[in-house]
């Protein structure tokens, strides 16, 4: 029932203001953004990949093993050896 709703308002909004919506990360939690994920609703990823191992925190792609296919778009390094990557889903 919960993803349903998010799906018709997640689409009433597009269908309403004519453009895709953007989740700004802190404003995004991890749960909302597995949500808007498993209903099929994130058409581009910007992940910002640190060059640190922490072992652990919480997961962005459902638990359910699911593949998520994923083309790289664009990538920039930044100087602290941050990527910067932009990723759209890919069909299976």
Known sequence: MREC???AAVHGAI???GHA???PEPAAS??????LI???LVDEY????EPVVLGGGKRLFPEDGTLQPLQLVAHVLSS???HI???RPTPE
């Open 38 to 40: 498993s209903a099929g």
């Open 21 to 23: 919506i953007h989740v």
């Open 46 to 49: 910007r992940l910002m990949i």
């Open 5 to 7: 709703i998010l799906d």
């Open 85 to 87: 990557c932009k990723y």
């Open 30 to 35: 991890p749960s909302f953004a597995a949500q």
């Open 80 to 82: 602290t050896g941050v």
């Open 15 to 17: 269908e309403r203001d």
